[in-house]
């Protein structure tokens, strides 16, 4: 418990970094064994790709770094709930947690726009954990899109 | 429709590309007013890497050549109903049309293992369809994991 709110620390100044490259600030932490495996952050609209959230990166970096596609003893700590696309990959990848900070009501692909639980015939099931800097992500979150509203 | 059967023959092609380098027989296209922006296939093995499938490769392919992550205006066929994160991926994409083969009864997160018209606050809602080749794309999956099975 401790330790999964250092690496959520991790993945929060991620989402700062996001923040300050004018992206939606996300940010995540991929461990194994107790070594930050990859960090990374949002980078959408700089990469021109809307495939790359920070859940994508620190996947991406991940299986470079085993030379393999199996994340099995392998734990994700994200800032918000990841998307549909996220929480395939994930899935996809066989991580073994999911822990993420605060909650996507519109796009949450784990508790909120569906139930993962009652998705039918998953060939993987990773724990689930939330909560954690669920706050400070919130508001990083919030300042990010007032500001943006501001600008307009 | 006749464009869509010469579209899916183009992913079939793809798919059978796939299968020669012992992947799992699947592929796709993206099409943009009448002009094939890319084509791929499952390189999942290959790139030790679950999220290579052939939908991920070819979006990454359209949003290099285009220079922007949206695909408004771009169709995708692919022989196989997308999974969790492909779908999500197209969604993110913001992709006109998913046109599919076969379903995946037990991957398919469109039709089969979730119904993603029941998925609430989708901000994007791309047209689809299936059927078009199913028999060819399903008779290529069945003789790659029958083959696997036998060398087992």
Known sequence: ??????????????????YQEDEVPIGAVIVRNGEVLARDHNRKERDQNAMHHAEVMVIQEAVRKLGTWHLEDCDLYVTLE??????GAL???RIRRIIFAARDPKGGAILSSLLLSEVRNLNHHPEIAEGICKDESSRLLKDYFKEKRKNK
């Open 1 to 18: 418990m401790e330790q999964d709110h250092y690496y959520m620390e991790l993945a929060l100044e991620e989402a700062r970094l996001a």
């Open 91 to 93: 899935i996809n990848s």
């Open 82 to 87: 990841p998307c549909l696309m996220c929480t």
